[in-house]
């Protein structure tokens, strides 16, 4: 069987064409594609259709991708489904200005209910939230100069140079900059940037929580997923009194398209794809998922009210800059 008559993982993005696109988080990237290929075989290269697709892993190809979005302006170059977590994909100045407010993409999930009154669905229909990774704090109680029970508190001067956070040096959790953006402005990402000794991927992080150093931070921000593999009987984890905080996972589907893609939108928002968000500590937000990760817990979003703001792409394009002004 040829190519065109069957699911295909492409190796190049930027050639068109494409169904389907997806960067995800590390946790999530392996358990989801496991199921993705084994749904795609069932219902494309065995049915003898074409399927041309991609998948890869969020920490590795963000920025390429990013790129690729800055410079694409015809959507007919675009993927018709696209997949990727965190607010520095789909709210750059030029993605929104050449593909959102011209409609080119419509919210179409149907979400649990109970979800719905926090917020999440889009006012402006044009974005939707699949998952939410949860981020907690976690801290060394033998080594943190005091334990941080609220994300407030990751601000206190007794923390400076003690947070560990998702970074790679030039780039930090957007998720974490975002919140200290909305309820502190530039005061609260320059604490911010004081209590931060180092950027690093959640896996480093749990390597020195569970076998902790002299010098290394002993408080840290991490996913839920990561938090539970940490083996240190001192390193607890901290549900924030404000919440932990929700980091989404956008879905964003072209206008007109959902029905062509109806079985991948039924795979995407299904038990299948719910397991495997749940697996790795995530949750689905589509309309009879599994909800347990939920049940008596706390949660801080972001809100649309901020992702409102028609400047949105200045302002998250601002904020590694802003912070690394004051962390260097």
């Not at 959507?75 to 409609?103: H, S």
């Not at 939230?129 to 907690?136: Q, S």
């Not at 299948?272 to 979003?301: I, M, V």
């Amino acid at each position: 069987m040829s190519s065109t008559q069957s699911a295909v993982q492409v190796e190049d993005y930027a050639v068109g064409g494409l169904s389907f696109f997806g960067l995800l988080p590390c946790p999530v990237k392996v358990p989801f594609e496991d199921r993705f290929r084994t749904f795609a075989r069932r219902t494309f290269t065995e049915q003898g259709r074409r399927l041309a697709y991609y998948i890869e892993g969020n920490a590795n190809h963000h920025v390429p991708f990013r790129d690729y979005l800055n410079t694409v302006e015809d959507p007919d170059r675009l993927p018709d489904i696209l997949l990727a977590p965190g607010y520095n994909m789909f709210f750059e100045k030029n993605f929104q200005q050449r593909f959102v407010r011209t409609g080119v993409f419509s919210d179409c999930l149907a979400y649990e209910p109970s979800l719905l009154e926090n917020g999440l669905r889009d006012p402006g229909g044009n974005y939707s939230l699949l998952a939410m990774n949860t981020l907690v704090i976690m801290a060394d109680e033998t080594r943190a100069p005091f334990v941080p029970e609220s994300w407030d508190d990751l601000l206190d001067e007794r923390l400076e140079k003690q947070l560990g956070v998702r970074g790679d040096g030039k780039s930090f959790c957007d998720a974490l900059l975002t919140y200290f953006d909305k309820h502190y402005g530039e005061d609260g990402i320059r604490r911010l940037a004081r209590s931060v000794q180092e950027g690093m991927h959640p896996a480093q992080a749990v390597v020195q929580l569970t076998r902790p150093k002299p010098g290394q931070p002993s408080v840290y921000v991490v996913p839920y997923f990561y938090a539970r593999t940490v083996q240190n009987p001192n390193a607890r984890i901290i549900w924030p009194k404000e919440g932990a905080l929700l980091n989404p996972v956008f879905l964003m589907v072209k206008t007109g398209k959902a029905g062509e893609h109806k079985e991948i939108l039924e795979f995407l928002t299904g038990p299948e794809t719910a397991a495997a968000f749940n697996c790795a500590g995530l949750f689905s937000t589509c309309a009879g998922a599994d909800q347990t990760l939920l049940k008596d817990r706390t949660y801080h979003w972001i809100g649309w009210e901020y992702l409102s703001n028609p400047d949105i792409g200045d302002v998250l394009a601002g904020l590694n800059p802003l912070f690394l002004r004051y962390y260097r």
